[in-house]
């Protein structure tokens, strides 16, 4: 039987009565007057599909690339309306830096850049307060004063963390990104416990709409290992976001290649952001992954 898409509707009838989107709620269970350790919450991460977001040439349609941005928001933070989300996230007084990745051959796309700047001047933040940046946001002014982060990346494969993720997209904050790629960039969860980033961010986005599942060598690209996933994943938390979007690229390599094929090489630095640095949760038992829309080759 072909399972129905599920709607921003169906989402909030539940929505109400779960805990907001990548908090760690503390829950202290007593047993016969006994203080038992604090047990968090899972965290949410939400996935949203629409089949028609890409059109004919493989270009995003922007205005399905914001009704599947203002629903993902919606179901992220149980509110009814995007404004509501987006204003729990960003403040009339903050200055924003949207971080984005520029790589030629698979960028953040142009149309989610400007949702992103749309909203979050709609929470009332002045276009001279907002800026929009990869490369160099260690020197930009505007990230320099930042009190608010949007982290937006497309997700692929990559020849030193093996693979390209929210938590790597942050490696534009350190002056010598070179120096974190020993042991495939293991540590990178540290950076973001820097003071540029450290508590800023708001929303992360691995921007599945063709996600590289393949590749060999530090530039690498190839149409042949690209293909039309048409989704967005959303959390306040990197670590799961990220390691949500792992999953579907590791399904897709098998479905492609016929068997189970690792990538190379490991991109552990996801669970060490969990296990070592604490930034995140990267096990699929403490996720709450909501999904949205089309579901057909969903793979997860």
């Not at 779960?18 to 908090?23: F, M, Q, S, V, Y």
């Not at 047990?39 to 270009?59: A, S």
């Not at 599947?68 to 960003?90: H, K, P, Y």
């Not at 030629?104 to 940046?133: F, H, Q, S």
Request: charged share 30%.
């Amino acid at each position: 039987m072909k399972k129905r898409a599920i709607t921003r509707r169906d989402f909030l009838k539940k929505a109400a009565t779960l805990p907001l989107a990548g908090t760690f709620i503390p829950a202290i269970l007593e047993r016969k007057g006994k203080r038992k350790e604090q047990v968090p919450t899972k965290v949410r991460v939400v996935l949203v599909r629409e089949k028609d977001v890409l059109d004919e040439k493989g270009k995003p349609r922007y205005e399905v690339i914001e009704r599947i941005m203002d629903e993902g928001v919606c179901a992220l933070f149980g509110t009814s309306n995007a404004r509501e989300a987006w204003r729990q996230m960003i403040k009339a007084d903050d200055v924003v830096g949207i971080k984005t990745n520029v790589w030629n051959y698979l960028p953040t796309p142009k149309e989610l850049e400007d949702y992103l700047k749309k909203r979050v001047m709609e929470c009332g933040v002045p276009e001279e307060k907002i800026a929009i940046a990869d490369r160099g946001v260690l020197n930009h002014p505007v990230f320099q004063r930042a009190t608010a982060l949007i982290n937006a990346r497309p997700a692929r494969t990559h020849h030193w963390s093996g693979m390209g993720t929210c938590i790597k997209n942050y490696i534009q904050f350190v002056p010598r990104p070179y120096e974190w790629h020993a042991d495939a960039c293991a540590d990178l969860g540290k950076i973001w416990f820097l003071p540029e980033v450290k508590g800023k961010t708001r929303l992360n986005i691995l921007v599945m709409l063709t996600p590289l599942f393949h590749g060999i060598g530090p530039h690498h690209f190839s149409k042949e290992y690209i293909w039309p996933y048409c989704g967005l994943i959303l959390s306040q938390d990197p670590v799961a976001a990220d390691a949500t979007g792992l999953r579907i690229l590791l399904a897709r390599r098998k479905e492609y290649f016929g068997k189970e094929r690792p990538l190379q090489p490991a991109p552990h630095h996801i669970f060490y952001a969990d296990t070592r640095h604490h930034l995140g949760v990267s096990s699929s038992e403490r996720i709450e992954l909501i999904k949205l829309g089309w579901q057909d080759g969903i793979l997860i």
